[in-house]
């Protein structure tokens, strides 16, 4: 038969839409023919078990979804360039529809439709990646064999829309376009027929940048789905999808304490396995550094890939000396092949070096030295764990890492006496306990012996930044055109000089400087200003895209330490972000809104001028908010608007403009006039006043303060029950009277060094405050999202084997909070929480009280409980039938640390839980029915949210929202 081609012209018609639906409809009713096979399928390619009596035809490629029951092997047609009515918008689907169909005759490798042919697309991972083309549309189809009627679950994520159909019904249709994506965004309940069932994908592009899915088969439980998969007349591409959807994956094992190596080889099928009756032949061939091949031992392969597995161990290799330079397999006319990607000469130098250094006696060395060396040799760990080959980088950090591990064992400190050079260094951090690193520059006048103190800058990356390439770029290197930024990490070049220090954190890599990731920059600035005689009125900030939205966002919440800022290219009001812009918002994303902008917390900057920086093709009205908020409490800005993109901080920094600028700056440590707003008791004290209690912590507290010359001080305070006035003997020589709101108190109430007044009943006292137990304070608070200051444990139960699975695989999302993030909490499972566990960290707990043993201990306790299918917040019930609650309180267990618990009245409910947004409050109660992954930061309008809110000051239950 000859090839079927379909045209459409879709701008114009030149019959009627009646005339072109008859036309369709009878073509789309007629078999598609493949092309002719550039193979012939070898027999018993496809013998597996018959489903519910459907024969299996010779010409179909029969496939197993990969580990975790993704599949990334389809029929692909597209893309498809498609006028906007061709979208999958809801009431858009008109003219042309081929996946609104049954018949999977319309999708068989070869067939063409639109002018386009049916190909087969596969991927040798999880992600499937389409070509980024703007306005097109692209069909993935499969036809699902089940061997019985049942129903599983397919779990969706694509970055832009997406639409399921099976069987012709459509059961989605998500058009939320997202920048990075994460798996598990879509959960579609797919009713299987007994036999075969057509399941189609529709995906489309409707802007700019990468397109992606994942696409994952699923059973009731949340295991991999048993099901076939089978592609149509797709038999001949057995061996071609068999190459590309299998690798060979060298797994390294690197332990620097005690030293020791080893390597697993596995062949691997991550995103679809073909089925197989046999192997033609096949055999493992190792070659190693000496260029001599040896056959290994008998692979643990049998006749058959087993349809359950997905991974399979090769050879496993112990010592560096086992190390192979390639490893490659041959069978079924297939051939991979990985290579060892590591010099023993080097490993073996790294696993010396790490001994030696263990060996030595630490406790000498500040723990400044001791915790960057501990870093630089996990460090070079990691480059072996990846099988990295810039082999002369690691020669080179390998030989600084060596003598200083040398001048250690003579009892020198390696860091001591360098300068005018940039430094990479790591600290262990308190909140995950993990090493992770910062940069530094020490100045050339520096000296150990000497007493001069030195300023400092504090430079922050961007999204995906490096703090090494944050210096370089700080000091006027602009990257050269084919340069990359992981080479100008491993060769920054000359830096030139400077006469201050310079620190650049990492920040925990994409933290957006929020929480955990504001706190590792003030723990980095304080062990610098631990180790170096830093001048306390001399520290600057500054930082570029997200270090921008950080370096004007750090310093209003810490008035008290920097001396001036200059954010660039920030983005400082979230009501512009597109997430957020037109979503209806309760008044609690209200708030939290103005919480998480910059442009809410400037009545803070009184003492640190700010010098912004914005191209005037990037959203310049970020940063013009910024300043006029700024200009409005009377302090000190300036906006300079580049002719220029985002990249703004090439010219800004060029020529030294930044040390240059930085140095007119000194920070009063004395100021007569203190102005300072909070929405947290984190943030609590400017220069002599401090906040120590709020009347309601769920909205802002404000106190003003003036000191002037005549020693009459005035006070005003807005929501607060407790504050604390710090006597500054600078400032008091002429103190004669303290007034606070409408009370007057005579000179000697401030003869302490701190002075702390309580308000009753409308009026303030002067004596001594203590919290009430249960009460929201300084880091026991809320909302949600402030449990990320703090060392976290993740608990997962094992009273229900399937709950505890479905707990671990979210857990895996909730401990990376955004994407990019190298934070490393810990998690354990509930029967290994130890008490010193409960008493170190915070929990966050996910799962039931019948599945989790750890949930079950404090469950009665706690103000939002899970029973008899319901979910119950004080005297509501709310019975969905996928309902899930989100909220942290006290740990009833240690009332000193939080618990963050997410459970739900059904697994479904529980799935959702790893789509919630940043920024919710106290709880949040909701239906997970229609509940997809939303990006960012708000509630969108199609969640059902049922109740959401904050607990009260006592940690009780306010009226829901």
């Not at 392969?301 to 050879?315: C, D, G, V």
Request: proline fraction near 6%.
């Amino acid at each position: 038969m000859k090839r079927l081609n379909i045209f459409l012209k879709v701008k114009r018609l030149p019959i009627s839409r009646a005339v072109l639906w008859i036309c369709l409809l009878a073509l789309w009713s007629l078999p598609f023919v493949s092309r002719s096979a550039s193979g012939t399928a070898q027999s018993g390619d496809t013998a597996t078990p018959k489903a519910s009596g459907q024969s299996i035809s010779s010409d179909e490629l029969l496939l197993s979804p990969g580990s975790g029951g993704f599949l990334s092997t389809w029929l692909k047609l597209g893309p498809i360039h498609a006028p906007k009515y061709v979208t999958a918008k809801e009431g858009a689907l008109k003219d042309w529809h081929p996946a609104a169909t049954d018949n999977k005759e319309v999708f068989r490798f070869g067939a063409w439709m639109a002018g386009k042919q049916v190909d087969v697309l596969t991927e040798n991972g999880t992600r499937i990646g389409l070509k980024p083309l703007t306005g097109t549309v692209t069909y993935l189809a499969a036809v699902v064999r089940s061997q019985r009627e049942q129903q599983i679950y397919l779990s969706s994520a694509s970055t832009d829309g997406i639409q399921v159909f099976l069987n012709g019904q459509q059961l989605l249709s998500n058009s939320s376009h997202k920048r990075w994506i994460r798996r598990d965004v879509n959960l579609t309940s797919l009713p299987l027929n007994a036999g075969e069932n057509l399941l189609v994908i529709k995906l489309f592009k409707e802007k700019p940048g990468r397109w992606s899915t994942y696409l994952r088969f699923m059973d009731k439980d949340f295991q991999r789905a048993p099901i076939t998969v089978s592609l149509p007349n797709a038999a001949e591409k057995r061996t071609e999808v068999l190459q590309e959807a299998a690798r060979i994956v060298l797994q390294r094992h690197v332990q620097t304490h005690p030293g020791n190596f080893s390597m697993d080889c596995w062949l691997e099928f991550k995103g679809a396995k073909p089925l197989l009756s046999h192997l033609d032949s096949w055999s493992l061939t190792i070659k190693g550094v000496d260029g001599i091949n040896t056959t290994a031992a008998t692979a643990p392969l049998t006749n058959t890939l087993h349809p359950q597995k997905s991974k399979y161990l090769l050879q496993r290799f112990n010592g560096a000396g086992e190390i192979p330079e390639q490893v490659q397999l041959q069978f079924n006319g297939a051939t991979w092949q990985a290579f060892g990607r590591i010099r023993p000469a080097q490993l073996e130098t790294l696993l010396a070096v790490s001994h030696r250094f263990f060996s030595t006696n630490l406790s000498q060395f500040p723990s400044s030295t001791t915790e960057s060396m501990e870093w630089r040799i996990s460090y070079l760990a990691s480059l072996f764990k990846q099988g990295d080959t810039g082999f002369d980088y690691i020669s080179r950090e390998l030989a600084d890492t060596e003598k200083m591990v040398a001048a250690m064992e003579k009892g020198e400190d390696p860091y001591a006496g360098k300068r005018n050079q940039l430094q990479r260094r790591g600290y262990r951090s308190q909140v995950d306990g993990a090493l992770h690193h910062y940069a530094l520059y020490v100045p050339p006048g520096w000296k150990e012996d000497g007493d001069q103190l030195y300023s400092m800058i504090v430079a922050l990356h961007g999204l995906g930044g490096h703090p090494v390439k944050t210096i370089s770029t700080l000091f006027g290197n602009p990257m050269g055109e084919d340069e990359t930024r992981e080479q100008r990490v491993r060769n920054p070049g000359s830096i030139g000089r400077a006469p201050m220090f310079v620190v650049a954190p990492e920040g925990f890599g994409n933290s957006g400087y929020y929480a955990l990731g504001e706190r590792d920059v003030i723990d980095v600035i304080n062990i610098v200003k631990e180790r170096y005689r830093i001048d306390e009125k001399r520290i600057y900030i500054t930082g570029a895209s997200m270090g921008g939205i950080g370096a004007a966002r750090i310093p209003l919440h810490y008035p008290d330490l920097f001396a001036a800022a200059v954010p660039l290219c920030g983005y400082h009001n979230m009501r512009y972000y597109s997430q957020v812009r037109q979503q209806p918002l309760s008044p609690v994303e209200d708030y939290l809104l103005d919480v998480h902008s910059n442009i809410r917390w400037v009545e803070n900057g009184a003492h640190i001028p700010m010098h912004i920086v914005h191209g005037t093709k990037d959203q310049p009205r970020q940063s013009q908010d910024l300043l006029e908020h700024y200009k409005l409490q009377g302090n000190d800005a300036t906006l300079t608007l580049l002719d220029a993109g985002h990249n703004v901080w090439d010219d800004t920094y060029k020529n030294g403009w930044i040390f240059r600028h930085f140095m007119r700056y000194h920070r009063n440590p004395h100021p007569r006039n203190v102005q300072f707003k909070t929405a947290s008791l984190r943030y609590s004290q400017s220069a002599w006043l401090r906040i120590d209690d709020r009347d309601n912590p769920n909205t802002w507290a404000q106190i003003d303060g003036q000191w002037p010359e005549d020693g009459h001080i005035r006070i005003n305070t807005q929501n607060i029950d407790a504050f604390t006035v710090e006597r500054d003997e600078k400032l008091a020589a002429t103190l004669f009277q303290l007034d606070i709101d409408n009370d007057h108190f005579p000179p000697d109430v401030l003869t302490s060094k701190e002075n702390t007044f309580v308000r009753h009943d409308g009026h303030w006292r002067p004596e001594a405050f203590t919290p009430s137990p249960h009460t929201k304070t300084a880091g026991l608070s809320g909302p949600i999202g402030d449990a990320e200051y703090d060392s976290l444990l993740f608990v997962y139960g094992t009273k229900d084997k399937w709950e505890g699975t479905l707990a671990k695989r979210i857990i895996g999302h909730l401990k990376t909070p955004r994407y990019g993030m190298t934070v490393k909490w810990k998690v354990k499972a509930d029967v290994e929480v130890t008490p010193e566990d409960i008493e170190r960290y915070s929990i966050v707990i996910v799962g039931t009280r019948a599945g989790n043993a750890l949930l079950k201990r404090m469950a009665d306790k706690l103000p939002i409980q899970v029973k008899d299918g319901a979910i119950h917040m004080g005297k509501k019930t709310f019975n969905a039938k996928r309902t899930a609650a989100s909220f942290i309180y006290p740990n009833p267990l240690n009332p000193k640390r939080y618990v963050v618990v997410h459970t739900g009245n059904s697994r479904e409910a529980i799935f959702f839980t790893a789509h919630l947004p940043n920024m919710i409050p106290d709880y949040v109660i909701y239906d997970a029915s229609d509940w997809g992954y939303t990006e960012g930061y708000v509630l969108s309008e199609d969640r059902q949210v049922l109740a959401s809110g904050f607990f009260d000051k006592n940690w009780q239950l306010i009226s829901p929202q």
